[in-house]
């Protein structure tokens, strides 16, 4: 290892800047979603099984919210638009925009070129948990997926009930796509109740415990018309590990909600990004 030049100290203590200054993005009028979901009423319900994955259908102007139901249980979520499935969930961005975890008030972003809001959070019961003293928090979009790739890179196994293959079966089983076209339209995801964060000494991805508990749930208002598709990771609450039919699992029950009429007044489903796709030509 080099020795560190006679500055280290003081280009180590220059203050960070914010890449995305994020006061500029579209407001969310929380109040007047909040006042529909009042009398919203529940149109449809998914309970995913343990290590496997399900797709659910939201309406643009709809609700759905993922809820813990029978014990600690984190989840992979993905979201498309429903009738074009090329727009996707684009956490990377949704990253950018809002920060490694995402709660109330905050959006998930689709992917270029059309980077708009697909849903918005509209309440979390976890929101208490903010940033523990490991840097861990709730509901990331730092990970990727628990995948078999991985686990035979690292392990040499052949394990298929993994999220990243639970989301490809569930999504060809939905729209009739075979295996391998399916596969590649799975993207990266929200880790619904994952406590997660970035080790201070190495920079590594950790996880731990979610604090979720029976009762606990995310709720989403539906931007856009919505294809969802979420796996109930086999590793249950993630306390140890993933992939993995030792974890204790359970179910986690997705439910849609249809606003009353009149009461979302005012209230637009976004457009696609305005940029001129030139890109200087």
């Known amino acids: 290892m080099p020795n560190p030049p006679s500055d280290a100290a003081t280009r180590r203590g220059i203050a960070p800047v914010i890449c995305y200054p994020n006061d500029t993005l579209p407001s969310v009028d929380l109040d007047l979603l909040l006042d529909a979901r009042k009398s919203a009423r529940k149109t449809a319900e998914v309970l995913v099984p343990p290590r496997d994955a399900r797709c659910f259908e939201v309406p643009a102007g709809h609700f759905f919210r993922i809820t813990s139901v029978e014990g600690p249980q984190v989840g992979d979520l993905n979201l498309w638009n429903l009738h074009d499935l090329n727009e996707r969930f684009y956490s990377g961005k949704t990253r950018a925009l809002h920060g490694t975890h995402v709660t109330t008030g905050e959006r998930l972003w689709s992917s270029f070129p059309y980077l708009r809001p697909m849903a918005t959070i509209v309440a979390d019961t976890l929101d208490w948990y903010g940033i523990d003293q490991y840097g861990g928090s709730v509901h990331d979009v730092i990970g990727t997926r628990c995948d078999p790739y991985t686990g035979n890179l690292l392990s040499g196994t052949q394990y298929h009930h993994c999220c990243h293959s639970n989301l490809t079966r569930a999504l060809a089983d939905h729209t009739g796509l075979e295996i391998p076209v399916a596969e590649r339209l799975v993207h990266d995801v ?51 590990e993933h992939s993995s039919d030792t974890a204790a699992c359970h179910p986690l029950l997705v439910e849609v909600f249809a606003p009353a009429e009149g009461t979302l007044s005012g209230w637009q489903s976004p457009a696609p990004n305005g940029y001129d796709r030139t890109h200087g030509r």
């Open 190 to 240: 929200l880790n619904v109740f994952m406590c997660t964060g970035f080790t201070r000494d190495t920079g590594q991805y950790f996880m731990k415990a979610s604090p979720v508990r029976p009762g606990d749930y995310l709720e989403f208002f539906a931007e856009i018309d919505l294809l969802g598709d979420l796996s109930a990771c086999p590793g249950g609450d993630c306390s140890s």
